[in-house]
């Protein structure tokens, strides 16, 4: 059986995994645990879900509801949702679809029912070939020999490791936005009448309440995203500082004298594929000349969970096609 080694634990990653054929398949992941942005922090006695957020429940997957329900990696929430709060927009019911227990649900019981072996807190390094079969080195380790090797991992991470074998200066690169990300724990309630909504300044993009989601916790708890152009421009800024700015903008926008119980924040360099691989070549993946090395992620198709699940499963058909 052929050997084959998945560098990442994102939903791309276990959507390839899955959308595979059985074969010998080992994973390796730099964190300690799956996931990649579909992660949820916790702190204190606080749950924050920080990078993905939720699943549209018209997102146009087929199969992908089907199977997170199978699993019992989510659940349907009715939200109250404002799609413009700065302009004062209607609130209107949405069905959405989150985590079971916050959305790293999603990738932990997905990554449980593989069943594959899998080397967490593993930062691959380089990739050698030898008698044409390949190995994983990180700073200690040794890793192999593999058949084929899928770097399911940021497209500039995946270019570091693979320009050996592949000429990136041929390849057009898909452009990201960043964004900075901050979760806060309030004292007293903000009296919203939505659970999340977009646009409340002109430099908070996106909050999210979080108590209807864990339900765990008293204070009044929130996700808030800064606006991609904010980011860039304040991309350095001193965490603390903008934690103090955004409490500031929160308290300004609803009225409230609420006191911040706890503040955290967390910088995503490659939030949000702006333009998509398969926008700007027409492809769906990268590969080596001898078909045995693959690069992709979300970003080959979009910034959401349905394209890295579509990435998965695209190469899957394709790569089963061609070597099986």
Same mark, same amino acid.
């Given at each position: 059986? *052929?050997? !084959?080694? =998945?560098?990442?634990? /994102?939903?791309?990653?276990?959507? $390839?995994?899955? +959308?595979?054929?059985?074969?010998?398949?080992?994973?390796?992941?730099?964190?300690?645990?799956?996931?990649?942005?579909?992660?949820?922090?916790?702190?204190?006695?606080?749950?924050?879900?920080?990078?993905?957020?939720?699943?549209?429940?018209d997102?146009?997957?087929n199969?992908?509801?089907?199977?997170l329900?199978?699993?019992?990696?989510?659940?349907?929430?009715?939200?109250?949702?404002?799609?413009?709060?700065?302009?004062?927009?209607?609130?209107e019911? *949405?069905? !959405?679809? =989150?985590?079971?227990? /916050?959305?790293?649900?999603?990738? $932990?019981?997905? +990554?449980?029912?593989?069943?594959?072996?899998?080397?967490?807190?593993?930062?691959?390094?380089?990739?050698?070939?030898?008698?044409?079969?390949?190995?994983?080195?990180?700073?200690?380790?040794?890793?192999?020999?593999?058949?084929?090797?899928?770097?399911?991992?940021?497209?500039?991470?995946s270019?570091?490791?693979?320009?050996?074998?592949?000429?990136?200066?041929?390849?057009?690169?898909?452009?990201?936005?960043?964004?900075?990300?901050?979760?806060?724990?309030?004292?007293?309630?903000?009296?919203?009448r939505?659970?999340?909504?977009?646009? $409340?300044?002109?430099?908070i993009?996106?909050?999210?309440?979080?108590?209807?989601?864990?339900?765990?916790?008293?204070?009044?708890?929130?996700?808030?995203?800064?606006?991609?152009?904010?980011?860039?421009?304040y991309?350095?800024?001193?965490?603390?500082?903008?934690?103090?700015?955004?409490?500031?903008?929160?308290?300004?926008a609803?009225?409230?004298?609420?006191k911040?119980?706890?503040?955290?924040?967390?910088?995503?360099?490659?939030?949000?594929?702006?333009?998509?691989?398969?926008?700007i070549?027409?492809?769906?993946?990268?590969?080596?000349?001898?078909?045995?090395?693959?690069?992709?992620?979300?970003?080959?198709?979009?910034?959401?969970?349905?394209?890295?699940?579509?990435?998965?499963?695209?190469?899957?058909?394709?790569?089963?096609?061609l070597?099986?």
């Amino acid at each position: 059986m *052929k050997k !084959i080694a =998945i560098i990442g634990t /994102g939903l791309s990653a276990l959507s $390839l995994a899955h +959308h595979l054929p059985k074969l010998d398949i080992t994973f390796f992941e730099k964190s300690w645990r799956p996931g990649g942005r579909l992660s949820t922090r916790r702190h204190e006695n606080y749950m924050f879900d920080h990078g993905a957020h939720f699943l549209k429940e018209d997102h146009g997957m087929n199969g992908l509801t089907e199977f997170l329900e199978k699993i019992q990696a989510i659940k349907f929430a009715e939200t109250d949702f404002c799609s413009n709060i700065l302009h004062g927009q209607l609130i209107e019911k *949405k069905t !959405i679809i =989150i985590g079971q227990n /916050g959305i790293e649900s999603i990738p $932990l019981k997905f +990554h449980t029912y593989l069943k594959y072996p899998t080397h967490f807190s593993k930062k691959i390094d380089t990739i050698e070939n030898s008698n044409q079969q390949y190995f994983l080195k990180t700073k200690e380790e040794t890793f192999g020999p593999f058949d084929f090797i899928f770097c399911c991992i940021p497209f500039e991470q995946s270019k570091k490791l693979l320009n050996t074998f592949i000429d990136y200066s041929a390849i057009p690169e898909p452009t990201f936005d960043s964004i900075w990300t901050v979760m806060l724990a309030l004292d007293k309630r903000l009296g919203t009448r939505f659970q999340f909504g977009y646009h $409340l300044t002109p430099e908070i993009s996106f909050l999210m309440n979080q108590n209807f989601k864990h339900e765990i916790f008293n204070e009044e708890c929130w996700v808030v995203n800064m606006r991609s152009e904010w980011t860039k421009k304040y991309y350095n800024i001193e965490p603390y500082v903008l934690e103090d700015y955004v409490v500031d903008q929160i308290k300004k926008a609803f009225n409230s004298d609420a006191k911040a119980t706890f503040k955290k924040s967390h910088r995503w360099r490659y939030a949000y594929a702006k333009q998509s691989f398969k926008e700007i070549s027409q492809r769906n993946f990268i590969q080596s000349i001898d078909n045995k090395l693959y690069a992709l992620g979300d970003w080959c198709e979009g910034p959401g969970m349905q394209d890295a699940w579509l990435a998965g499963k695209k190469l899957a058909k394709v790569f089963s096609d061609l070597q099986l």
